[in-house]
């Protein structure tokens, strides 16, 4: 009853913080600890917050719930448990909608869980990261819906991998930009992006540095929006915490 009788009165959604991957709902660099502050200054209430940890982290191992294994199939394998995470905290709190803030692949799964995503397989497929072997999922296990717009009001991305990966060893599964998740994802986007936009704010936030990328050139890092012309070149920012919106921060596609 107290969350119910907070938010109600509050007229603010719930906000559902998405770590990114390697990292968990106790993460205190780029992670929910970083966002909750910010949150609870701006008049949220702990029963406004939200914060899964959606890789396993159980609050005892020393790694924070470092699962590198599925890093390539990340949003594949735990969209279920975001998609039962989310519509059980609209159940219990009674809210119309929800907000989420997704870090990296937390970005992923927010905009996946806006899009209606489901993978019909039900074996999750883990595998070495970054490049190493796995399998990833065959192109008619990826399903894309309106169903989930109106449960969802605002949706803040930082450092999100919209358009995936080009480099040979981060560009596996989900994270490949020409892969099956990544093309059909944005397939429906086209299709469908006056529709999301009706319904959906969306805001993708970069930063000047990613320490992600900063081993590799830009031109195979992760691509996290396209300037008009669709030149993607240089284009991805995004870890660090000093955050900063880019000009034009909302992704092309997506204005």
Known sequence: ASH???????????????????ASSTSTEWGPQESIPMLKAAGYKDEHIWAPSYLGYDGTAANHGMDYADYPNVASNNI??????????????????????????GGTLALAYALGY????????????????????????????????????????????????????????????????????????????????????????????DWVDAGYSLSMSRITYKAPDGNTSGLEHAHENKIFPMPGSIPSAYT
């Not at 119910?4 to 390697?22: C, D, E, R």
């Not at 039962?84 to 905290?89: E, H, L, M, Q, R």
């Open 4 to 22: 119910q009788s907070v938010i109600a009165a509050s007229g603010k959604y719930p906000v559902i913080v998405l770590h990114g991957n390697g």
């Open 80 to 105: 279920s448990d975001i998609n039962k995470y989310i519509d059980a905290v609209l159940e219990y709190t009674g809210a119309e909608k929800v907000d989420i803030i997704g870090h990296s692949s």
């Open 118 to 209: 489901n993978n019909s397989y039900n074996q999750k497929r883990r595998g070495s990261a970054m490049g190493g072997n796995v399998t990833c999922y065959p192109a008619d296990s990826h399903h894309f819906s309106l169903a989930n717009l109106d449960k969802v009001g605002t949706i803040v991305t930082l450092a999100a991998d919209h358009y995936g990966f080009t480099s040979p060893m981060q560009a596996t599964c989900n994270f490949n930009a020409n892969g099956e998740f990544m093309t059909q994802k944005l397939a429906f986007w086209e299709q469908n992006h006056a529709a999301v936009k009706e319904k959906v704010k969306i805001y993708a936030v970069v930063a000047d540095t």
